[in-house]
């Protein structure tokens, strides 16, 4: 069974960085992972994504610059790592997984979710 269980989220102040963790469980091989992030009131926008064989790397220009996606394949783990954060980088930030190697870095090429974790960026 695949398990995804995103962890990290908290409240921080403006300019600082945080790192958003995911637990993958029930996943071997090669497969791809995805962050997104949901704002109460709009559409779900995909941030970055990780093969992680290492082959592909994806940020979404809106963020690039400021966010790193890596994982640990020994233990299962993505992370989510998040620089300069401003308010507007609140919101719910869920993790997603593809079995497929080969993937689109977009929330319908996404098979599994986590249930997120909620960033809130404030002073």
């Known amino acids: 069974q695949y398990q995804l269980v995103e962890s990290g989220g908290g409240l921080v102040a403006p300019g600082n960085s945080l790192t958003l963790s995911c637990a993958a469980s029930?996943?071997?091989?090669?497969?791809?992972i995805g962050w997104f992030r949901q704002v109460p009131g709009k559409e779900r926008e995909t941030l970055s994504c990780?093969?992680?064989?290492?082959?592909?790397?994806y940020y979404t220009d809106s963020v690039k610059g400021r966010l790193s996606i890596f994982t640990d394949n020994v233990v299962n783990m993505a992370y989510l790592h998040l620089r300069s954060l401003k308010p507007e980088d609140s919101g719910d930030y869920y993790c997603?997984?593809?079995?497929?190697?080969?993937?689109?870095?977009?929330?319908?090429?996404?098979?599994?979710w986590g249930k997120g974790t909620r960033v809130t960026v404030s002073s």
């Open positions: 990780i093969s992680t064989n290492g082959d592909f790397t």
């Open positions: 029930g996943f071997t091989g090669d497969y791809g």
């Open positions: 997603a997984a593809t079995l497929d190697p080969v993937f689109a870095c977009a929330d319908f090429a996404m098979q599994y």
